[in-house]
């Protein structure tokens, strides 16, 4: 009789090294190519671009920008980026099951902002060759597919063979039929709903299904995964939760019928303020009753102080960036889960916001603002200044 194999999951101390050691171990390495505060020092002293990109030569970005001799905001995000994206395909080639999976669904959020860029540019007659230059590259499909989006005819059918041709072909399809099928109800025949709903607020939806389905697969994961990338996800899922009702405000959907309604569908169904805040959110008709429902809620009302007190040092984005950095760093102490390599992506995504930042304060001149950044493991954050008094 075969014995049949052990069941594990990850963060199992007798399996995970050998399932799972190797790309774990590359990703911990790559925790090395992050700026350091002497790094981002030197950067913020440079007088223009070609001081700039001399100073960047001494770091990990040196062979992205090696070629760029007229450095410029837009061709360093592009440099950044793609470092970054063959670093990450380089873990996905290294990973088997579950982990392969896990790391897809990092790769899902970038479909989607792909597909509405697309579709978004689409509909304003922007060229398909510019739109496809803007996208994310951990988001792109097939080519074709992808030039497909623009050739649809704005009418019923056009909109019925997009979805044929396009939405149900991508590896996010199923959220897009999960958001036609639940509209359906609403705006009669599913052929229609692209043409009745705003493209931010299908966006949305298909983000909270993302969320919601990520969510589930960690929580089917289990273990050390299991608590703390579920945290992480339940942290994005508030902070979606927060912008979409801020942002709603003087729109149809802070209307009172819209409230309980379109605005309440698009909040994720996980989250700390999951059931209780989404559902006193859902109700909030201004920015007073907004501040009034997350003072509840201890981990959000100090963000949203920063907002409320409009200094115009910090903005509320600026406070969830500080927020987030101080969590994903924090999936570095832990061993054996698979959250590091989503906090690996996103803490990148942050550096390079930083570099974009520091690039354009010293092509405009703006040397005053030029500090306004969020670094990734400096021992300067307000967190670690905290505690080391």
């Not at 989607?112 to 540019?121: A, T």
């Not at 995964?225 to 942290?235: E, F, N, P, S």
């Not at 009753?289 to 201890?298: D, K, Q």
């Not at 102080?305 to 101080?326: L, M, P």
Request: aromatic share 10%; hydrophobic share 40%; glycine share 6%.
């Amino acid at each position: 009789m075969t014995t049949p194999a052990p069941q594990s999951t990850p963060g199992n101390m007798a399996t995970f090294n050998i399932l799972d050691g190797f790309p774990e171990a590359l990703v911990r390495g790559m925790r090395s190519s992050f700026l350091a505060d002497s790094d981002y020092h030197h950067l913020t002293q440079c007088e223009n671009l070609d001081d700039f990109r001399l100073n960047l030569s001494e770091t990990d970005y040196s062979e992205g920008i090696q070629d760029n001799s007229a450095l410029t905001p837009t061709s360093l995000q592009s440099a950044a980026v793609e470092k970054v994206v063959t670093e990450f395909q380089y873990l996905r080639t290294q990973a088997i099951e579950p982990l392969s999976t896990f790391l897809d669904f990092i790769t899902y959020e970038y479909m989607i902002e792909n597909v509405m860029l697309l579709l978004k540019g689409s509909l304003s007659g922007r060229d398909i060759n510019e739109l496809m230059a803007q996208c994310h590259p951990l988001g792109m499909f097939k080519e074709s597919t992808m030039r497909s989006i623009p050739t649809f005819e704005s009418n019923a059918k056009g909109y019925s063979d997009l979805y044929q041709t396009v939405l149900v072909d991508t590896p996010v399809g199923p959220y897009f039929s999960q958001f036609l099928q639940e509209s359906s109800d609403r705006f009669g025949d599913s052929r229609n709903v692209l043409e009745e709903v705003e493209i931010e607020i299908i966006k949305s939806s298909l983000i909270k299904y993302w969320i919601e389905d990520f969510a589930q697969f960690v929580d089917k994961l289990g273990g050390e995964t299991q608590q703390i990338m579920g945290d992480l996800l339940k942290v994005r899922a508030d902070t979606n939760a927060i912008n979409i009702t801020l942002n709603s405000f003087g729109t149809p959907l802070n209307e009172p019928a819209m409230r309980a309604s379109d605005r309440k569908r698009l909040y994720p169904a996980v989250g700390h303020l999951y059931p209780a805040g989404t559902s006193m959110l859902a109700d909030v008709a201004d920015e007073d009753e907004l501040g009034r429902v997350l003072e509840l809620f201890p981990q959000y009302s100090a963000i949203w102080n920063i907002h409320a007190g409009g200094s115009g040092d910090k903005s509320i984005d600026d406070a969830f960036y500080e927020r987030d950095v101080q969590q994903l760093e924090l999936a570095f102490e832990g061993q054996m889960h698979f959250a590091t390599f989503y906090a690996y992506v996103k803490l990148k995504e942050q550096e390079i916001r930083n570099l974009v930042w520091i690039s354009e304060c010293i092509l405009q001149q703006q040397k005053d603002e030029i500090n306004k950044f969020v670094p990734v493991f400096s021992m300067n954050a307000p967190w670690r200044a905290k505690k080391a008094r």
